[in-house]
């Protein structure tokens, strides 16, 4: 596709529930971002692939969260046992060059 | 600790005059200052990046300064549009290891 594709676009998960967001980056970029974005702030850090090589995961803020791209291309985040304070939305960004491409984001919310 | 702002009110101007947004941070020595354009329910859009040994960059409407010495960036929109209405972000690298930390954005809202 022509951009970062984010499925799905929305997710309404119950408190305790696992969730998969998937990030289809622009094909050929070898760097790919997950970040968390919260209501009124810019997005915040994750973590960070090069190819399939998790090279940085500084930012998930627990060990509940866990991402893989392994394949190189694809990129699945996962939050288990969700919390309402997971509610945000979940940006994806490839990488050409010191330009990031956002996708779209997922939207979740954790009742 | 390292921080970034932006102002957290929105600006609101009149259609045709000049908007201009700040950024400042501190404990930074960026390699490079980028402005992002997010619109609701979407992913940020890149729109300009600047480099430390760069004063100015212009790129049709659009100017941003870099003053590393006051740790501040300014980006103009010249002759704003209502279609410019929309949040702005700058994002800074993590000191070379090009992972961009961004800050909060400031909403830009243009009147007609």
């Known amino acids: 596709g022509a951009g970062v594709s984010q499925s799905p676009r929305y997710k309404v998960a119950k408190r305790g529930q696992d969730v998969a967001l998937r990030c289809d980056p622009i094909?050929?970029?070898?760097?790919l971002f997950w970040y968390q974005q919260a209501l009124g702030q810019g997005p915040e850090f994750l973590t960070y692939f090069q190819n399939e090589a998790q090279l940085d995961k500084s930012g998930l803020p627990s060990d509940r969260f866990f991402a893989e791209r392994p394949e190189g291309s694809v990129s699945t985040l996962k939050i288990q046992r969700t919390q309402q304070e997971d509610s945000a939305v979940y940006l994806c960004a490839s990488r050409l060059a010191n330009e990031q491409f956002f996708g779209p984001g997922t939207r979740l919310t954790v009742l | 600790s390292q921080k970034i702002e932006q102002n957290s009110e929105a600006l609101n101007i009149q259609e045709g005059k000049t908007a201009t947004l700040t950024c400042n941070y501190t404990n930074y020595s960026p390699a490079y200052l980028q402005w992002y354009r997010q619109d609701p329910g979407r992913g940020p859009v890149f729109l300009l990046l600047i480099r430390e040994n760069e004063k100015e960059k212009r790129k049709e409407r659009l100017k941003v300064t870099f003053d590393t010495t006051l740790k501040q960036s300014l980006f103009h929109i010249t002759a704003s549009q209502p279609a410019d209405s929309a949040t702005y972000l700058c994002a800074l690298d993590r000191g070379g290891s090009y992972i961009p930390t961004f800050g909060r954005g400031t909403s830009l809202i243009v009147h007609p």
């Open positions: 094909s050929g970029h070898v760097s």
